[in-house]
């Protein structure tokens, strides 16, 4: 049996965590089971690093070194093992984040991150498979696109900012460039959504865009 695998992407405070309890409900009320999760984070070691990633100073290489641990740790104790059971798995941001913080944001070289993402995603080999294994991806990327501008407005009063959350607007539009980048390198995985709108819009284009790959019935 294999899982749905399915990440919500988008620059701090285009609305990810606003809407992926709705797609929760949603697969649920099909009978579907659901593993909700994040990144960084997702377990107990994945959760100790992102405190590092997201309060301490560091370089841009060494972010990405420790994201993509925290990574292999969550795909080895959470994702793969919730895929096998059939599970759908919600994923609040992955390795996409990783191209648009420590990449764009952060200037850490891309062709390093693909590396990374070539490792780190490759499922372990098992005795007798015949084929090397592939890189995990996400099946769907739901990406909330924003401008930064507008994101930093709902973020002012919203919480208290982490280490990400206080950079200029100017960062966070690099971001959203190199989403745009990987959006576009891989266009069937990604349903871009448009998140400059009313909450109810944006779940419905949410939804729909489920319904649309067939993933849920309308
Ligand atoms: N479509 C929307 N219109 C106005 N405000 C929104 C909308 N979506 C989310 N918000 C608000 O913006 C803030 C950031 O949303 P959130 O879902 O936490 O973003 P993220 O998880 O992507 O960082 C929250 O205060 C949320 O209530
Ligand atoms: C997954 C990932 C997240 N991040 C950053 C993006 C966010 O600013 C931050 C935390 O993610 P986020 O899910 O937005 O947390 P919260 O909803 O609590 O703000 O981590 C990276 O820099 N690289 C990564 O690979």
Redesign the pocket.
């Known amino acids: 049996m294999q899982g749905l695998f399915i990440s919500f992407e988008g ?3 285009a609305g ?2 606003t809407h992926i309890d709705a797609v929760r409900l949603a697969f649920e009320a099909t009978g579907a089971r659901v593993t909700l999760t ?4 997702g377990t107990p070691l994945a959760e100790q690093l ?1 405190g590092l ?2 309060n301490d100073p560091m370089d841009a290489m060494t ?2 070194l420790i ?2 641990a ?2 292999r740790d969550h795909l080895k104790q959470v994702i793969w093992p919730a895929l096998a059971r059939g599970d759908v798995v919600l994923c ?11 990449g764009g ?2 200037g850490c070289a891309w062709s390093t991150l693909e590396t990374l993402e070539a490792w780190v995603q490759t499922p372990p080999v098992a005795k007798n498979d015949a084929d090397s294994p592939r890189p995990i991806k996400p099946l769907l990327t739901i990406w909330f696109d924003l401008p930064a501008a507008v994101a930093a407005q709902r973020l002012t009063s919203a ?1 208290i900012p ?4 206080s950079q200029p607007q100017a960062f966070f539009e690099k ?1 959203a460039e190199a989403y745009e980048r990987r959006a576009q390198e891989d266009p069937t995985r990604f349903a871009r959504i448009n998140a400059d709108q009313t909450i109810a819009a944006v779940r419905s284009d949410v939804l729909a865009a489920l319904v649309t790959r067939g993933l849920l019935k309308a």
């Open positions: 620059i701090d405070g990810k965590s994040r990144e960084p984070g992102r990633v997201l972010e990405a994201v993509f925290a990574r609040d941001r992955f390795s996409d984040a990783s191209f648009a913080y420590q944001g952060r919480r982490d280490k990400f959350e971001v």
